[in-house]
């Protein structure tokens, strides 16, 4: 006694006997197109592929008087939402038969928490705490400091990474080609022309054992640093180009007051325009979503971005640190104490977070140097804004 198939045979054993691609939609198959052809709509496991969408055709009756659905007719499920797999991409969705998303208008600050570009030196100072990866076109880090992400520096000759004494990586150390100088040694690995810097709490150690010293100037991670120097440039134009918001001209936070700016448009992309941006001691600057955790805040500074000592930027109405972007056209400088957090991105001068600062977010910069300072704590938080 055989259980009818769905293409004329039969097999031994009951609810075993659905076979994927031959056009009928039997136990255990979403669809089944009648073939088992990847990128068509229906794959072989005749499960449906994302960004299809499928349906049956007319239902044929069996020899045994059964009611089969099948072929399957797959279309190509264009407008909806999907998830293309990379977290720096946004706005996501389907278009012929596949998932693409837009990228974040600074690719650098998603998967960098400090990247600066060829020119510029990436550094941290004694005693610092760095969550996430570290770029630049050289790399220096400070007396007791430590990152659990990779140092890259793209430099391809001279020295491109300097790692102090009682400095801890737990990630990869690669660099374009330029050495690694590591106090009290360097030891070269035998066979291989690569270094290392060893030598436990009295140079760079690290905690993963599969982690990299590579100066050969071919590892992958250098050219993941060389596309986010790549990428300030665009993205300056970009926020350049962005229409205007709201001009406050030349605003200055009085110490110990406060500044609220409320999103005009929730959900979407707010751009205040200052000519600059200052503060004095203990001042506030609170950044309202108006109840909509999807509120962009794009905070333009032509001439000059200062907060001073122990000023705070915080948020409320839902507002997120990945939908903020401080953007100064000119230098950027964050005071002793200073809170905040959001992308910070300074394409034309210098970077610089003062001692003890604690920030959230991504620092980017496009001059000179980026710089975490003294006992300041930087957390990773990728920017999550679309064009």
């Not at 499960?47 to 009756?61: G, L, R």
């Not at 790692?163 to 330029?178: L, Q």
């Not at 941006?277 to 001439?303: I, K, N, P, W, Y």
Request: hydrophobic fraction near 35%.
């Amino acid at each position: 006694m055989g259980t009818y198939q769905g293409d004329g045979t039969t097999c031994d054993a009951p609810g075993i006997c659905s076979v994927c691609g031959n056009g009928l939609i039997e136990s255990g198959e979403v669809c089944d197109d009648g073939n088992t052809a990847a990128g068509d709509g229906c794959d072989d496991s005749c499960e449906v592929e994302p960004c299809w969408a499928c349906s049956a055709d007319a239902s044929p009756t069996t020899t045994l008087g059964n009611n089969l659905p099948g072929p399957s007719i797959c279309t190509h499920d264009d407008g909806s939402s999907c998830d293309d797999g990379d977290s720096c991409t946004v706005g996501d969705s389907c278009s012929n038969g596949s998932c693409n998303g837009n990228a974040v208008m600074i690719l650098a600050a998603c998967k960098w928490v400090i990247a600066g570009n060829i020119n510029v030196q990436s550094r941290t100072r004694g005693e610092t705490q760095v969550t996430g990866h570290i770029c630049g076109g050289r790399v220096r880090l400070g007396e007791f400091s430590s990152t659990n992400g990779d140092a890259v520096a793209t430099l391809a000759t001279g020295t491109g990474i300097q790692i102090s004494p009682h400095a801890a990586v737990s990630g990869d150390i690669v660099s374009g080609g330029s050495a690694v100088y590591g106090k009290p040694r360097l030891t070269r690995l035998p066979g291989l022309d690569v270094d290392v810097v060893e030598g436990g709490d009295t140079a760079a150690q690290s905690g993963d054992p599969s982690a990299i010293y590579d100066t050969l100037g071919t590892n992958v991670r250098v050219a993941d640093c060389a596309d986010a120097q790549d990428d300030i440039a665009p993205a300056d134009l970009l926020l350049t180009s962005l229409p205007p918001g709201p001009s406050l001209g030349d605003t200055f936070i009085a110490a110990g007051g406060g500044l609220t700016l409320t999103a005009p448009n929730p959900g979407g992309v707010n751009v205040f325009d200052f000519h600059k941006l200052l503060s004095g001691a203990d001042a506030t600057l609170t950044l309202d979503g108006a109840g909509d955790a999807g509120s962009v805040f794009v905070l333009r500074v032509q001439r000059k971005l200062d907060l001073r000592l122990r000023s705070k930027i915080v948020l409320s109405g839902g507002a997120v640190a990945g939908n903020v972007i401080l953007y100064s056209q000119a230098k950027c400088r964050f005071g002793l104490e200073v809170t905040g957090l959001g992308t910070v991105f300074c394409p034309n001068g210098k970077l610089v977070l003062h001692p003890r600062t604690q920030w959230q977010g991504a620092l980017v910069g496009g001059r000179r140097r980026v710089e975490l300072r003294d006992s300041g704590i930087l957390t990773h938080v990728p920017l999550q804004v679309g064009p």
